[in-house]
């Protein structure tokens, strides 16, 4: 493997960076998402020669490209031996283009094809989870709190189990969104994990993060984000038998739900 891979990087460079940045996705990333984030490095040219060589593989409905099991160990290690610059721009679209995957499947989760959508997501689970830890090693962090969020949203609906493990990850792209400046990502990723510790039974710390949301939207003044999380906290509010409090939560949030229509 190692071989083919340095053929591979003689006879394309892009090539065998695409090659290694494919042992990110162990579910494989769909085709036409790959292609469309237009980088060198996810070029045709460079997918073309990768399946030419046998170094990945094209399968399934939704066309998905992989490395085969033991080859992605290989890429692996390559991928983590490479400086972070080398995928930055790479990585950042993949982030843009896996949010806007996401925020579809979530919005088709009530529709006729939700059972096939919930099933989508699923198999996207791991992809996003490699993504969003690779983003943060690579401190390519643009983006990736919109991403975290629309994740954790969709993880709350389908996950029947296993969604405790998932706050960690959240609270490292919380406090990198917090360190890059983005108040509106780091809002969306907090509001995300409120919801996710109502889900665990972890009250007080949702209470928190939906605290903490809350005066980062009105900081941007993002409205709606301020009204769902003034929702939410009154959802809290009843659960919590404080009924006055959720009373006002709510009455706040509907004035700010019609002012958003209007």
Known sequence: VQLAKQRLGALLPEAELLFELLSIFPAGVPRDLLLA?????????????????NLARVWGAEQRVSLPAPVRLVGDEAFRGRPGGVFAEAV???VQAYTELVADLYASFGGDAARAMRARFLREDQNIRQLVESALRLETT???GH????????????REGGLAELGPLAERVASAAREAGDEKGEANTLQALGDLYVRTHR????EARYDAALALFRAVEDRLGEANTLKALGDLDVRTHRLTEAEARYDAALALFRAVED
């Not at 996810?42 to 997918?47: E, Q, R, V």
């Open 203 to 206: 009250l007080s710390e949702a």
């Open 147 to 158: 991403l975290a969020a629309r994740w954790l949203e969709g993880s709350c609906h389908v």
């Open 142 to 144: 643009a983006g990736l």
């Open 92 to 94: 950042s679209r993949l």
């Open 37 to 53: 984030t237009e980088t060198a490095i996810t070029a045709s040219g460079s997918l073309s020669l990768l399946l030419e060589t």
